[in-house]
């Protein structure tokens, strides 16, 4: 009994959001503006590809209010794009505290987005 190929009409390949593999951190994060609030390896996410090879390629990485989710670029990641680097979560000297999260976009910002865990952010005085 041979074996007939698989045949597959009408058939659409979904896109799959990107994901984070590791999460800022969740204690409050304390540093004076204009210092670097922590950093996410290379390995933190991933942009949905089923190709492991390619699972890091081309992802935007923007800081928004935890809340309305409103960019925030006064809290920025260093680089905010490209393909298996690590990321350094940056602050300006106009900084505020609050609660801010990651927004992970795939195809270099132009894909499908995902938000990370909130995290705290309390400058020093």
């Known amino acids: 009994s041979g074996q007939s190929p698989i045949q597959l009409r009408n058939c659409q390949l979904q896109n799959v959001a990107p994901s984070f593999v590791n999460q800022p951190p969740t204690s409050p994060i304390r540093v004076d503006k204009g210092q670097d609030l922590f950093t996410m390896t290379a390995d933190s996410f991933l942009n949905g590809s089923a190709d492991t090879n390619r699972n890091k390629e081309q992802l935007f990485i923007s800081v928004v209010n935890s809340t309305t989710e409103a960019l925030y670029p006064e809290i920025y990641a260093t680089p905010n794009t490209g393909s298996g680097q690590d990321r350094i979560i940056q602050s300006t000297p106009q900084a505020v505290d609050g609660n801010y999260k990651l927004k992970l976009?795939?195809?270099?910002?132009?894909?499908?987005?995902?938000?990370?865990?909130?995290?705290?952010?309390?400058?020093?005085?």
């Not at 976009?105 to 005085?125: E, K, P, R």
């Open 105 to 125: 976009t795939d195809a270099n910002g132009n894909g499908l987005s995902t938000l990370s865990n909130s995290f705290n952010v309390i400058f020093n005085v």
